[in-house]
């Protein structure tokens, strides 16, 4: 919410917004731990602390498991456990100086998202700042971080059509040219261009009819189910979605 409203008080104010959807490769499994520890020690953790945290990373092994037979055991040395309470607070702090190296970037667990909005007079300014930007975050990326791919999405939020023909071949991350699209997903959502997100809502509507359909259908396949008792047993896994679509019709 907080950079739609950005990008939107910046249309507002006649400005557009160059947005880069910064792909993370692996993440949070790209972790190493020998840099964590680091970065919790230049943070000021130190003492009982540190030494707590060093030993939920420390001993952690890899295995694997084909047709009964498992393979022996390699050390981990580097993620942090997805799904627990301090995966993603460790990974906070992994990304931390990225944030800092480069104020123009902002993250939410593992989505990072780089944007720079100008005056249309100034797109040139734009690209350059963009671009060194792109230099910074590809360098962090070599400094023992995790890698980010040359496949990060790249678009201009305007309400000009000829806006991202200006910028388009112009923005270079590693050794790649990253091509404007008009639509770019973050955290799951869809932004296009013009910050319409008619395709989007319509997308979740379809897919939450979809469900809703397949419930209709099983419904008498569950014993003693009658169509006025039987939509509320769903699959919990459905909820969300259909929460989702619900919520923006």
Same mark, same amino acid.
């Given at each position: 919410m907080s950079l739609s409203q950005s990008w939107s008080d910046a249309l507002d104010t006649g400005r557009n917004t160059i947005v880069i959807a910064l792909d993370i490769a692996g993440a949070f499994d790209r972790v190493w731990h020998g840099g964590l520890l680091s970065k919790l020690t230049s943070l000021g953790i130190s003492g009982g602390l540190h030494t707590l945290l060093r030993d939920y990373l420390h001993g952690r092994?890899?295995?694997? *498991?084909? &047709?009964?037979? #498992?393979s022996k055991q390699?050390?981990?040395k580097a993620s942090v456990p997805q799904g627990s309470v301090l995966g993603p607070i460790l990974w906070n702090v992994f990304i931390n100086d990225l944030l800092q190296l480069v104020p123009g *970037? /902002? @993250?939410? @667990?593992?989505?990072? /998202?780089?944007?720079?909005s100008y005056k249309r007079e100034e797109s040139q300014a734009a690209i350059a700042q963009v671009n060194t930007a792109l230099e910074l975050i590809e360098t962090w990326g070599h400094d023992g971080n995790p890698h980010l791919q040359q &496949? +990060? $999405?790249?678009?201009?939020?305007? #309400? +000009?059509?000829? @806006?991202? =023909?200006?910028? !388009?071949? &112009?923005?270079?991350?590693? &050794? =790649?040219?990253? $091509?404007? /699209? !008009? =639509?770019? =997903?973050? %955290?799951?959502?869809?932004?296009?261009?013009? %910050? #319409?997100f008619d395709a989007y809502l319509k997308e979740i509507a379809k897919k939450a009819s979809t469900r809703v359909t397949l419930l209709r259908r099983i419904i008498s396949l569950m014993p003693g189910a009658c169509k006025c008792c039987a939509m509320p047993k769903y699959d919990p896994s459905w909820n969300t979605l259909l929460c989702h679509g619900c919520r923006h019709l």
């Open positions: 092994t890899l295995s694997v *498991v084909v &047709k009964g037979h #498992r390699y050390p981990i *970037v /902002t @993250a939410y @667990a593992d989505d990072c /998202t780089l944007s720079v &496949k +990060s $999405q790249a678009m201009v939020i305007s #309400r +000009s059509t000829e @806006a991202s =023909s200006c910028i !388009n071949g &112009k923005i270079i991350f590693g &050794k =790649s040219v990253l $091509q404007m /699209t !008009n =639509s770019i =997903s973050i %955290l799951g959502v869809s932004f296009d261009y013009c %910050l #319409r």
